[in-house]
Protein backbone atom coordinates (compact mmCIF):
# COMPACT_ATOMS: atom_id res chain seq x y z
CA UNK A 1 0.00 0.00 0.00
CA UNK A 2 0.95 3.85 -0.79
CA UNK A 3 1.26 5.68 1.98
CA UNK A 4 -0.80 8.97 0.82
CA UNK A 5 -1.55 12.70 1.83
CA UNK A 6 -3.13 15.69 0.12
CA UNK A 7 -0.74 18.45 -1.10
CA UNK A 8 -2.44 21.61 0.11
CA UNK A 9 -0.36 24.06 0.39
CA UNK A 10 -1.44 26.74 3.23
CA UNK A 11 -1.87 30.61 1.40
CA UNK A 12 2.16 31.24 2.55
CA UNK A 13 3.57 28.17 1.51
CA UNK A 14 5.28 26.81 -1.84
CA UNK A 15 7.45 24.43 -1.20
CA UNK A 16 7.53 20.87 0.82
CA UNK A 17 9.41 20.71 4.31
CA UNK A 18 13.07 19.61 3.80
CA UNK A 19 14.23 16.45 4.01
CA UNK A 20 17.44 15.17 6.13
CA UNK A 21 20.04 13.96 3.42
CA UNK A 22 21.66 12.15 5.89
CA UNK A 23 22.07 8.04 4.90
CA UNK A 24 20.69 7.48 7.94
CA UNK A 25 17.51 9.24 7.43
CA UNK A 26 16.00 6.71 5.24
CA UNK A 27 16.19 3.19 4.25
CA UNK A 28 19.01 1.76 2.37
CA UNK A 29 17.49 -0.99 0.77
CA UNK A 30 14.93 1.56 -1.09
CA UNK A 31 17.94 3.75 -1.74
CA UNK A 32 19.31 0.25 -3.35
CA UNK A 33 16.05 0.34 -5.39
CA UNK A 34 15.68 3.69 -6.38
CA UNK A 35 19.21 3.86 -7.99
CA UNK A 36 19.88 0.06 -8.73
CA UNK A 37 22.58 -0.51 -6.53
CA UNK A 38 24.69 3.06 -8.43
CA UNK A 39 26.56 3.84 -5.24
CA UNK A 40 27.92 7.01 -7.45
CA UNK A 41 24.22 8.13 -8.15
CA UNK A 42 23.43 7.38 -4.02
CA UNK A 43 25.53 10.06 -3.17
CA UNK A 44 24.57 12.55 -5.45
CA UNK A 45 20.71 12.13 -4.35
CA UNK A 46 21.72 12.52 -0.66
CA UNK A 47 24.37 15.21 -1.08
CA UNK A 48 23.25 17.67 -3.82
CA UNK A 49 19.03 16.87 -4.05
CA UNK A 50 17.42 14.66 -1.07
CA UNK A 51 18.19 18.48 0.93
CA UNK A 52 16.08 20.54 -1.68
CA UNK A 53 13.01 21.15 -1.29
CA UNK A 54 9.91 20.41 -3.60
CA UNK A 55 7.54 23.28 -4.75
CA UNK A 56 4.19 22.51 -4.41
CA UNK A 57 1.86 22.59 -8.03
CA UNK A 58 -0.47 25.24 -9.01
CA UNK A 59 -3.50 24.11 -11.37
CA UNK A 60 -5.46 26.68 -13.39
CA UNK A 61 -8.37 25.70 -15.66
CA UNK A 62 -9.39 27.06 -18.80
CA UNK A 63 -12.96 26.78 -17.62
CA UNK A 64 -12.15 29.05 -14.71
CA UNK A 65 -10.67 31.88 -16.85
CA UNK A 66 -13.68 31.84 -18.57
CA UNK A 67 -15.88 32.12 -15.63
CA UNK A 68 -13.52 34.75 -14.27
CA UNK A 69 -14.36 36.69 -17.38
CA UNK A 70 -10.31 36.40 -17.95
CA UNK A 71 -11.43 35.24 -21.86
CA UNK A 72 -8.24 37.23 -23.05
CA UNK A 73 -5.74 35.36 -20.69
CA UNK A 74 -7.78 32.00 -22.03
CA UNK A 75 -7.33 32.87 -25.40
CA UNK A 76 -3.43 33.91 -25.11
CA UNK A 77 -2.85 30.47 -23.21
CA UNK A 78 -4.82 27.94 -25.41
CA UNK A 79 -2.79 29.89 -28.59
CA UNK A 80 0.35 28.53 -26.91
CA UNK A 81 -1.22 24.91 -26.64
CA UNK A 82 -0.44 25.35 -22.72
CA UNK A 83 -3.97 23.68 -22.31
CA UNK A 84 -3.37 20.41 -20.62
CA UNK A 85 0.16 21.63 -19.47
CA UNK A 86 -1.60 24.26 -16.91
CA UNK A 87 -4.35 22.35 -15.73
CA UNK A 88 -1.70 18.73 -14.83
CA UNK A 89 -3.28 17.37 -11.36
CA UNK A 90 -3.35 14.20 -9.84
CA UNK A 91 -1.02 11.93 -8.38
CA UNK A 92 2.51 13.11 -7.33
CA UNK A 93 5.43 11.14 -6.27
CA UNK A 94 7.72 12.99 -4.30
CA UNK A 95 11.00 10.60 -3.20
CA UNK A 96 10.70 9.49 -6.78
CA UNK A 97 10.45 13.01 -8.43
CA UNK A 98 13.86 13.48 -6.52
CA UNK A 99 15.65 10.30 -7.96
CA UNK A 100 14.64 11.55 -11.16
CA UNK A 101 16.36 15.03 -10.47
CA UNK A 102 19.11 13.01 -9.00
CA UNK A 103 19.84 11.16 -12.39
CA UNK A 104 18.66 13.65 -14.99
CA UNK A 105 20.91 15.19 -17.74
CA UNK A 106 20.17 16.79 -21.41
CA UNK A 107 21.77 14.94 -23.79
CA UNK A 108 21.66 15.39 -27.68
CA UNK A 109 18.53 17.81 -27.58
CA UNK A 110 16.81 15.00 -25.07
CA UNK A 111 15.83 15.30 -21.17
CA UNK A 112 16.77 11.98 -19.90
CA UNK A 113 17.16 10.32 -16.45
CA UNK A 114 16.63 6.71 -15.02
CA UNK A 115 14.01 5.59 -11.79
CA UNK A 116 14.04 2.10 -10.55
CA UNK A 117 15.85 1.35 -13.28
CA UNK A 118 13.61 2.49 -16.10
CA UNK A 119 15.25 4.75 -18.60
CA UNK A 120 13.06 7.57 -20.08
CA UNK A 121 14.09 10.09 -22.57
CA UNK A 122 11.68 13.48 -22.61
CA UNK A 123 11.04 13.01 -26.73
CA UNK A 124 8.70 15.50 -28.87
CA UNK A 125 6.35 12.78 -28.62
CA UNK A 126 6.72 11.95 -24.95
CA UNK A 127 5.98 15.80 -24.49
CA UNK A 128 2.99 15.66 -26.60
CA UNK A 129 1.66 12.62 -24.93
CA UNK A 130 2.06 13.87 -21.37
CA UNK A 131 1.92 17.95 -21.48
CA UNK A 132 0.31 18.68 -24.49
CA UNK A 133 3.43 20.32 -25.73
CA UNK A 134 4.91 20.49 -28.93
CA UNK A 135 8.60 21.38 -29.35
CA UNK A 136 8.39 24.47 -31.76
CA UNK A 137 8.66 28.47 -31.38
CA UNK A 138 11.14 30.50 -30.19
CA UNK A 139 13.45 29.59 -27.40
CA UNK A 140 13.07 32.50 -24.95
CA UNK A 141 15.10 33.07 -22.14
CA UNK A 142 16.67 36.13 -19.88
CA UNK A 143 19.65 37.57 -20.82
CA UNK A 144 18.52 36.35 -24.28
CA UNK A 145 15.83 38.08 -25.09
CA UNK A 146 16.80 40.45 -28.28
CA UNK A 147 15.32 37.75 -30.82
CA UNK A 148 11.85 38.82 -29.40
CA UNK A 149 10.76 41.47 -31.60
CA UNK A 150 9.69 44.38 -29.93
CA UNK A 151 10.23 43.55 -26.41
CA UNK A 152 11.21 46.17 -23.74
CA UNK A 153 11.17 45.20 -20.06
CA UNK A 154 10.64 48.73 -19.06
CA UNK A 155 8.09 49.93 -21.68
CA UNK A 156 6.10 46.69 -21.59
CA UNK A 157 6.14 46.43 -17.75
CA UNK A 158 4.80 50.20 -17.76
CA UNK A 159 2.23 49.22 -20.35
CA UNK A 160 0.97 46.63 -17.94
CA UNK A 161 0.63 49.04 -14.62
CA UNK A 162 -2.90 50.43 -13.02
CA UNK A 163 -1.60 53.44 -13.28
CA UNK A 164 -0.22 54.44 -16.42
CA UNK A 165 1.38 57.94 -15.14
CA UNK A 166 3.84 55.79 -12.57
CA UNK A 167 6.94 54.95 -14.44
CA UNK A 168 8.56 51.86 -13.47
CA UNK A 169 11.01 52.30 -10.36
CA UNK A 170 11.22 48.17 -10.11
CA UNK A 171 8.95 45.32 -11.14
CA UNK A 172 6.40 44.56 -8.47
CA UNK A 173 3.73 42.75 -9.70
CA UNK A 174 1.11 44.72 -7.01
CA UNK A 175 1.23 47.58 -9.79
CA UNK A 176 0.28 45.32 -12.62
CA UNK A 177 -3.62 45.33 -13.90
CA UNK A 178 -5.37 42.24 -12.42
CA UNK A 179 -5.07 40.03 -15.61
CA UNK A 180 -1.42 40.60 -16.38
CA UNK A 181 -0.82 39.86 -12.59
CA UNK A 182 -2.96 36.47 -12.65
CA UNK A 183 -0.27 36.10 -16.01
CA UNK A 184 2.36 36.77 -13.73
CA UNK A 185 0.84 34.01 -11.24
CA UNK A 186 1.08 31.41 -14.14
CA UNK A 187 4.44 32.40 -15.37
CA UNK A 188 5.97 32.48 -11.76
CA UNK A 189 4.13 29.16 -10.28
CA UNK A 190 3.56 27.23 -13.37
CA UNK A 191 5.11 27.77 -16.23
CA UNK A 192 8.76 28.88 -14.62
CA UNK A 193 8.13 28.51 -10.62
CA UNK A 194 10.22 29.40 -8.26
CA UNK A 195 10.04 28.66 -4.46
CA UNK A 196 9.97 32.69 -3.25
CA UNK A 197 9.99 36.09 -4.26
CA UNK A 198 6.76 35.93 -6.60
CA UNK A 199 6.20 39.44 -6.34
CA UNK A 200 9.23 41.20 -8.54
CA UNK A 201 9.33 39.82 -11.63
CA UNK A 202 12.58 40.04 -13.53
CA UNK A 203 13.37 40.08 -17.38
CA UNK A 204 12.78 36.16 -18.15
CA UNK A 205 9.17 36.60 -16.50
CA UNK A 206 8.80 39.51 -18.44
CA UNK A 207 9.56 38.32 -21.84
CA UNK A 208 7.18 35.07 -21.38
CA UNK A 209 4.34 37.11 -20.65
CA UNK A 210 5.14 39.35 -23.47
CA UNK A 211 5.09 36.73 -25.50
CA UNK A 212 1.81 35.23 -24.46
CA UNK A 213 0.33 38.05 -24.90
CA UNK A 214 1.71 38.95 -28.23
CA UNK A 215 1.37 35.72 -29.80
CA UNK A 216 4.68 35.22 -29.83
CA UNK A 217 4.52 31.35 -29.90
CA UNK A 218 7.61 29.63 -27.69
CA UNK A 219 8.86 26.79 -27.37
CA UNK A 220 7.79 25.86 -23.91
CA UNK A 221 9.44 22.11 -23.88
CA UNK A 222 12.56 24.07 -23.74
CA UNK A 223 11.62 27.01 -21.16
CA UNK A 224 10.96 23.70 -19.02
CA UNK A 225 13.82 21.76 -19.29
CA UNK A 226 16.11 24.47 -19.05
CA UNK A 227 14.46 25.95 -15.56
CA UNK A 228 14.73 21.56 -14.96
CA UNK A 229 18.36 21.54 -14.99
CA UNK A 230 18.96 24.93 -13.42
CA UNK A 231 17.15 23.52 -10.15
CA UNK A 232 19.17 21.01 -10.10
CA UNK A 233 22.35 22.50 -10.78
CA UNK A 234 21.55 25.85 -8.13
CA UNK A 235 22.42 24.61 -4.60
CA UNK A 236 19.47 26.66 -3.74
CA UNK A 237 17.11 26.07 -6.26
CA UNK A 238 13.59 24.35 -4.85
CA UNK A 239 12.75 21.56 -7.35
CA UNK A 240 10.01 22.15 -9.94
CA UNK A 241 7.47 20.37 -11.82
CA UNK A 242 6.04 17.76 -9.55
CA UNK A 243 3.51 17.08 -11.17
CA UNK A 244 4.55 16.53 -14.60
CA UNK A 245 7.66 14.70 -13.51
CA UNK A 246 4.67 12.03 -11.92
CA UNK A 247 3.23 11.64 -15.25
CA UNK A 248 6.11 10.69 -16.98
CA UNK A 249 6.79 7.86 -14.64
CA UNK A 250 3.35 7.01 -14.97
CA UNK A 251 4.01 7.15 -18.65
CA UNK A 252 6.94 5.11 -18.70
CA UNK A 253 5.54 2.42 -16.14
CA UNK A 254 7.79 2.99 -13.33
CA UNK A 255 6.85 0.56 -11.06
CA UNK A 256 5.06 2.82 -7.90
CA UNK A 257 3.65 0.64 -5.75
CA UNK A 258 5.14 1.49 -1.97
CA UNK A 259 6.16 4.26 -2.82
CA UNK A 260 5.12 7.41 -0.95
CA UNK A 261 1.98 8.87 -3.20
CA UNK A 262 0.35 12.14 -2.70
CA UNK A 263 -2.41 14.37 -4.99
CA UNK A 264 -3.04 17.69 -5.56
CA UNK A 265 -6.90 18.92 -4.15
CA UNK A 266 -8.59 21.59 -4.92
CA UNK A 267 -6.50 23.71 -2.51
CA UNK A 268 -3.84 23.61 -5.53
CA UNK A 269 -6.03 25.40 -7.73
CA UNK A 270 -6.23 28.86 -8.84
CA UNK A 271 -9.73 30.16 -7.46
CA UNK A 272 -11.06 33.22 -6.60
CA UNK A 273 -11.13 32.58 -3.35
CA UNK A 274 -6.97 32.14 -2.92
CA UNK A 275 -6.99 35.21 -5.09
CA UNK A 276 -8.60 37.22 -2.59
CA UNK A 277 -6.42 35.68 0.07
CA UNK A 278 -3.51 36.60 -2.41
CA UNK A 279 -5.06 40.55 -2.41
CA UNK A 280 -6.33 40.35 -5.87
CA UNK A 281 -8.71 42.52 -6.30
CA UNK A 282 -10.61 42.98 -9.65
CA UNK A 283 -13.00 46.07 -10.78
CA UNK A 284 -14.00 46.03 -14.01
CA UNK A 285 -11.40 45.53 -16.02
CA UNK A 286 -8.61 46.62 -14.12
Same mark, same amino acid.
Given at each position: MSRRSRVAPSDDESSTPPIPSSPNAMNQGRLEIWFEGHEDRIQTFLIEINRKQIILPKVIRMSWLRAENFGNLEQYLKAQKMKTFLGLSGKVYLDLVKVFYANLKFSNGVLKSTVKGVEMEITRQTWKDVAGLRQ?? =???????? +?????????????????????? *???? %?????? #?????? *?? #?????????? +?? %????????? #?? =???????????????? %?? %? =? =?? *???????????? #??ISKFIEHFGVDVEGELEESTSLLNHVSTLNMHRMEFTKVGNT
Open positions: RG =MQVRKGET +SAVDGFNKVQYFNQCVRNQCEQ *ARNY %HVGRLR #VEERLL *AM #VVTKIIMPRG +SN %HATLNEGDL #VV =MYCIQNGVMVDWTNTI %HD %H =M =MK *AKRLTDFKLPYV #VL
